[in-house]
């Protein structure tokens, strides 16, 4: 069937198992993330430069929504930025150093930590995105937000009818990941995974 098994002895611990713990990158979703969503937040913002700087940070990031952002700009054919400095923050994103000037990438909590005020209409625009099941990353610098993209992780076809089955074997079925817990529950009602079982958890958001 194409299943490698270590040994005997993990088969015997596989027959008693009751409760399994789905991993959701690359085993509950496809772990090929796709760019869904991209809104500049004004018309006065080079646009050009922005990009160069942006790709030339993500392409020095190892996160997978870092390589799906740099995979569309080169796709674009923008050409990379220098940058004077690079600095990844665990949990967060990356901060950069271009021209003189600072940019952030990264998170809501990245945004936080430095203190920039989120407008009104783009917090609608992102939970919407967030509903979706989609991941947020704000581009920002000194002046405030330039940027916000949304990136997406498709759920694996036959993700709900594995799940599905291992219910009805009696194995309860949990997921784990970095995501916002609002775009984790989305994702696990969606996969077939029971939400009030995952309420019962300490959720962890460690997103970048």
């Known amino acids: 069937m194409g ?7 993990s088969l015997e611990i596989a027959r008693d198992l009751d409760v399994i713990v789905l991993d959701k990158t690359g085993t509950i979703t496809r772990g090929r993330a796709e760019l869904t969503d991209w809104q500049w937040l004004s018309e006065k ?26 995979g569309r700009l080169k796709e674009e054919g923008v050409a990379e930025a220098e940058l004077e400095s690079f600095e990844s923050v665990t949990g967060k994103g990356v901060k950069v150093v ?25 917090t609608e625009i992102t939970e919407r995105w967030i509903s979706e099941a989609k991941s947020v990353n704000y581009i920002a610098h000194a002046s405030g937000i330039l940027a916000i993209v ?35 529950a989305r994702i696990a009602k969606a996969a077939g995974i029971n939400i009030s079982r995952q309420r019962s958890l300490r959720w962890a958001s460690w997103n970048m």
């Open 3 to 9: 299943i490698l098994i270590k040994d005997a002895r």
């Open 45 to 70: 913002i080079d646009k050009q430069e922005i990009s160069r700087i942006l790709l030339a940070a993500e392409n020095r990031s190892e996160h997978p929504v870092a390589r799906t952002i740099a």
């Open 98 to 122: 271009a021209s003189g000037e600072t940019y952030l990438i990264g998170n809501y909590k990245m945004m936080e930590a430095a203190g920039l005020q989120i407008p009104e209409d783009i």
């Open 150 to 184: 949304a990136v997406a992780d498709p759920i694996r076809e036959n993700a709900p009818k594995v799940i599905e089955a291992l219910n009805r074997l009696g194995v309860e079925v949990h997921m784990v990941t970095g995501d916002n817990p609002k775009t984790a």
